[in-house]
């Protein structure tokens, strides 16, 4: 074969090769994770997010892409915060630790979907208008903290029946601290407990809170949920133990960290289920037609070394309720 001759098969053969198309992988959504608090409070909150999201296919990293906006307790942040989310274009704004969080997102955007998980009623603070059918572009979940109010009243006079007042903890930071407040007012006259309001804003402000408890001999404490008082709730633990305060909590990460006594849902399911919220929005559910949840089981956590350590007796009536007992 001439050299001329086997150029041009050579070029033939080329030709008849078929051509491979190398197609592009779609590019990974970004989600953008609004959060009142800091990295390292907030740190188990975020695994439950990301262990919901894999559970619908999105894994951070691989085919998801998480854009972090921590407000370090300063809530006054959230909205500009909320805005940039919007500026970058995300695919999805998921709030966390409460109303505040999920209004500043709102306003920011109607249009982003968005995934929120709150303590308060998300219809009485204007977040949703129907439980149902969100609308719009927003649902979520809810924890109704406010409903077991009641309930946490209760158990801590079972708990300390000779309390005459019961302080409660608020988060004077916090913008509904006020309606928070209401709630409390409303749920002790229910019950007939006389209470008292005690408000802090950071870490540093608890020791003046129990400085008032020890003074005015308030004889037990509720703390309403809230990102702040879940961040230092090792710290909490100790200046109630430290000045022999009975204390009660919603979660039971707060009574593993050293709290007396929680009655609430699990904060790590809530937001396991907030992920899996996020993960069916991104595959295409639409937030109006996606009803907000609600937990179904609450459970009742006691700290019987705490309780030790306060010099307490956990009535048998309380410890045979308990769904789980920290020896």
Request: proline share 6%; charged share 20%; with cysteine.
């Amino acid at each position: 074969m001439k050299r001329r001759e086997f150029i041009t098969l050579l070029a033939s053969g080329a030709c008849a090769r078929p051509v491979v198309a190398y197609a592009q992988s779609p590019p990974k959504p970004v989600i953008g994770l609004l959060c009142p608090g800091s990295p390292d409070g907030d740190g188990e909150a975020v695994a439950a997010v990301r262990q919901g999201l894999n559970e619908t296919g999105y894994v951070e990293g691989r085919n998801l892409t998480i854009e972090y906006r921590w407000a370090e307790d300063h809530f006054d942040r959230l909205p500009a915060m909320a805005g940039d989310l919007v500026h970058r274009q995300v695919a999805l704004i998921l709030t966390a630790g409460g109303t505040g969080t999920a209004l500043a997102a709102k306003t920011a955007t109607s249009t982003i979907p968005i995934v929120f998980v709150t303590g308060g009623d998300p219809l009485q603070s204007g977040v949703v208008a129907s439980l149902s059918r969100p609308g719009g572009n927003i649902t979520g979940l809810t924890a109704f903290s406010e409903v077991l109010i009641q309930k946490r009243f209760e158990l801590v006079r079972e708990l300390v029946p000779e309390a005459t007042v019961i302080g409660v903890l608020l988060n004077s930071s916090n913008p509904i601290s006020t309606v928070r407040t209401i709630d409390m007012q409303a749920a002790a006259r229910v019950v007939g407990q006389q209470i008292r309001i005690l408000l802090a804003g950071s870490k540093e402000e608890l020791a003046t809170v129990f400085a008032t408890i020890v003074q005015e001999r308030i004889g037990a404490l509720v703390v309403q949920a809230d990102t702040l008082f879940t961040n230092v709730r090792h710290g909490l633990a100790a200046l109630a133990a430290r000045h022999r305060v009975p204390a009660i909590y919603e979660f039971r990460e707060q009574a593993v960290a050293g709290g007396l006594i929680s009655y609430g849902a699990s904060h790590d399911d809530i937001y396991r289920e907030a992920g899996v919220y996020a993960g069916r929005v991104l595959n295409g559910a639409k937030p109006a037609d996606l009803p907000v949840l609600r937990p179904t089981r609450f459970q009742l956590i006691i700290n019987l070394k705490t309780a030790r350590v306060l010099g307490l007796t956990i009535p048998p009536t309380l410890l045979a309720r308990a769904d789980e007992v920290i020896e």
